[in-house]
T-cell receptor
Framework: DQQVKQNSPSLSVQEGRISILNCDYTNSMFDYFLWYKKYPAEGPTFLISISSIKDKNEDGRFTVFLNKSAKHLSLHIVPSQPGDSAVYFCAGLSNFGNEKLTFGTGTRLTIIP | DTGVSQDPRHKITKRGQNVTFRCDPISEHNRLYWYRQTLGQGPEFLTYFQNEAQLEKSRLLSDRFSAERPKGSFSTLEIQRTEQGDSAMYLC????????????FGSGTRLTVV
């Protein structure tokens, strides 16, 4: 079962505009949601997270919004920069037990100069 | 300490051969994870160690797969009698267990089975 879903495989955004990446989940037991950025031939790099008891977390150009009733979260990047071009993964984590991450399938973001 | 190291970065093997990958976690991290990422998918959890104890294995980890973490330091993942379906990126991550902020991934080992 796909507990974390990213329904948009790809997204293209002009440089300087806002990028919005979406993620849906089904597992209500997640305590945190995390966004990772991945370049080809590299491991995922942690970007930003949000606790399940919050609805917004901001870090510089990156903001994550959580709507628990809709089981939906989104990552906003503004302004978008060429270096933001990468694959972005949403992941859920439960603090209970082994703290394994459950990832979505990823969204490839391309920033157009 | 420069983070999580994985070796080799790339491995091409013939079907039916055995392969072994190594992961060196961040030294003070007691938790170590293996994930597998196939094309078009996100990383999928394979197994988890706390110190030297293997505490969870995914059903993705068939009996051809074995992982060890002797003395709670580095870890190895061995695949016996490789199949073409084993072709993937194998990612190792380590954590201090104090929350997700300490979760660090290595660069992965890309396995191609021909």
């Amino acid at each position: 079962d796909q507990q974390v879903k990213q329904n948009s495989p790809s997204l293209s955004v002009q440089e300087g505009r806002i990028s919005i990446l979406n993620c849906d989940y089904t597992n209500s037991m997640f305590d945190y949601f995390l966004w990772y950025k991945k370049y080809p031939a590299e491991g995922p790099t942690f970007l930003i997270s949000i606790s399940s008891i919050k609805d917004k977390n901001e870090d510089g150009r990156f903001t994550v919004f959580l709507n628990k009733s809709a089981k939906h979260l989104s990552l906003h990047i503004v302004p978008s920069q060429p270096g933001d071009s990468a694959v972005y993964f949403c992941a859920g984590l439960s603090n209970f037990g082994n703290e394994k991450l459950t990832f979505g399938t990823g969204t490839r973001l391309t920033i157009i100069p | 300490d420069t983070g999580v190291s994985q070796d080799p970065r790339h491995k091409i093997t013939k079907r039916g051969q055995n392969v072994t990958f190594r992961c060196d976690p961040i030294s003070e991290h007691n938790r170590l994870y293996w994930y597998r990422q196939t094309l078009g998918q996100g990383p999928e959890f394979l197994t988890y160690f706390q110190n030297e104890a293997q505490l969870e294995k995914s059903r993705l980890l068939s009996d051809r797969f074995s992982a060890e973490r002797p003395k709670g330091s580095f870890s190895t993942l061995e695949i016996q009698r490789t199949e073409q379906g084993d072709s993937a990126m194998y990612l190792c991550a380590s954590s201090s267990g104090t929350g997700h902020y300490g979760y660090t991934f290595g660069s992965g080992t890309r396995l191609t089975v021909v």
